[in-house]
């Protein structure tokens, strides 16, 4: 039986945040991630946009038994797609990957924040997975800085929100210090 594989770009690429199998760096061409809004959601949320010139880091995980049906809930604001163009080091070959068609969504706004909570799941998941150089492509390969960011660390609203370590939270807020963004209350 051949086993699926997610590529993930978000907050998939935190082992923390699922309970996926098998998860591994990949890399994913032609595409860039973008911060955006859907309709019916209050926050902005990562998806990507088709870019020839982007090459996107992320992660594989393996959708554990198959059960697509689970995760399309989960990621329930995207579309999944086939995906080509992910290079890896694994046995996977039925991977995809999920995210909001172009007509489905749009460029944030002051009234769709950025969840530092969400934000900082991401960032401690590329700190896993490759270390400060994945943060640096995370953020150099992601548009929409521009956002507001909702500081809820003491409340988190991310569900999957993750609990980060001293020198995490100093890497994030470096990071977002470096582009000029905006934090909110």
Known sequence: MTKSYVFGYGSLVNPGTHDYG????????????????????????????????????????QVPGQDWAALDQRERSYL?????????????????????????????????????SYLDAVVQGYLKLGGEDAVRNFFDTTSGWEAPILDDRATPRYPR?????????????????????????
């Open 80 to 116: 999944r797609e086939t995906a080509i163009g992910v290079t890896h080091d694994s046995d996977a070959e039925d991977i995809r990957f999920y995210h909001a068609p172009e007509d489905l969504h749009r460029p944030f706004s002051g009234h769709h924040p950025i969840l530092l």
């Open 22 to 61: 098998d998860v591994q760096a990949a890399r994913l061409t032609g595409w860039r991630r973008v911060w955006r809004h859907v309709e019916g959601r209050s926050v902005a949320f990562l998806t990507i946009t088709r870019d020839a010139e982007t090459e996107i880091a992320g992660a594989l995980a």
């Open 161 to 185: 929100h993750q609990t980060l370590l001293d020198v995490e939270r100093q890497l994030v807020d470096a990071s977002l210090a470096q582009r000029g963004a905006i934090l909110t209350s």
